[in-house]
């Protein structure tokens, strides 16, 4: 999902965590009784957001997948993320960076 500017929210808003959450977001509740698959990379704040995601949507996201395109900071932040689902009791990380 890539914001382009072209919604009126995204004038007021550019931020690509904000974006991206309120897209998925419009998707779950549009579609209540699916339940969804989650791909992105550590290159971007996919992690953080996905995290966002499975706390406000407890028990709709049956996996996520981090591809690792990234070293440092973001990829220290994406297994962050895997270890603190996984410690919450969430079994649905599907992973190439662990």
């Not at 419009?26 to 992105?40: A, C, K, R, S």
């Not at 993320?81 to 996984?86: N, R, S, Y």
Request: charged share 20%; with cysteine.
């Amino acid at each position: 999902m890539r914001d382009f500017g072209i919604q009126s929210e995204s004038f007021m808003s550019g931020d690509y965590l904000s974006h991206k959450f309120t897209a998925i977001k419009q998707i779950l509740d549009t579609y209540p009784q699916l339940n969804f698959v989650l791909v992105g990379d550590s290159g971007e704040q996919d992690p953080l957001i996905y995290r966002e995601v499975v706390k406000h949507f407890p028990g709709r996201i049956i996996c996520i997948y981090i591809r690792d395109v990234a070293a440092g900071k973001k990829q220290e932040t994406a297994h962050q993320v895997v270890l603190e689902l996984k410690t919450a009791g969430e079994h649905i990380i599907s992973s190439n960076i662990l």
